[in-house]
Nanobody, 125 residues
Framework: QLQLVESGGGLVQPGGSLRLSCAAS????????IGWFRQAPGKEREGVSC????????KYADSVKGRFTIARDYVKSTVNLQMNNLKAEDTAVYYC??????????????????WGQGTQVTVSP
């Protein structure tokens, strides 16, 4: 069974950077569209970014455009989320998931599965 694992979270000051990584244990991610989501305390989960299997389509939430970049590493078979110029409002648990619908429509959360356990990102002085 496909199981995703996130890594790379941590504590960073405002304006700082982190890179999150999403991998699957024993299974290459190369053929799957992958989405990144986040959930802050007391808020609903929201889509952050998504990339198709070929990398030809990348989507971003308006709140992160120009600051976050999603990319595939075909050597390591991971999907990475580079987060720059982090803000306090980026604080959340970040999850990656497989988009079995392969469309990267992040509002269609029922298309997403094999969710990871999440990695905490905290942006604080």
């Amino acid at each position: 069974q496909l199981q995703l694992v996130e890594s790379g979270g941590g504590l960073v000051q405002p304006g700082g950077s982190l890179r999150l990584s999403c991998a699957a244990s024993g299974v290459p991610l190369d053929h799957y569209a992958i989405g990144w989501f986040r959930q802050a305390p007391g808020k609903e989960r929201e889509g952050v970014s998504c990339i198709t299997a070929t990398g030809g389509t990348r989507k971003y939430a308006d709140s992160v455009k120009g600051r976050f970049t999603i990319a595939r590493d075909y050597v390591k078979s991971t999907v990475n989320l580079q987060m720059n110029n982090l803000k306090a409002e980026d604080t959340a648990v970040y999850y990656c998931a497989v988009d079995f619908g392969a469309t990267c429509i992040m509002t269609r959360t029922d298309n997403f599965g094999s969710w990871g356990q999440g990695t905490q990102v905290t942006v604080s002085p």
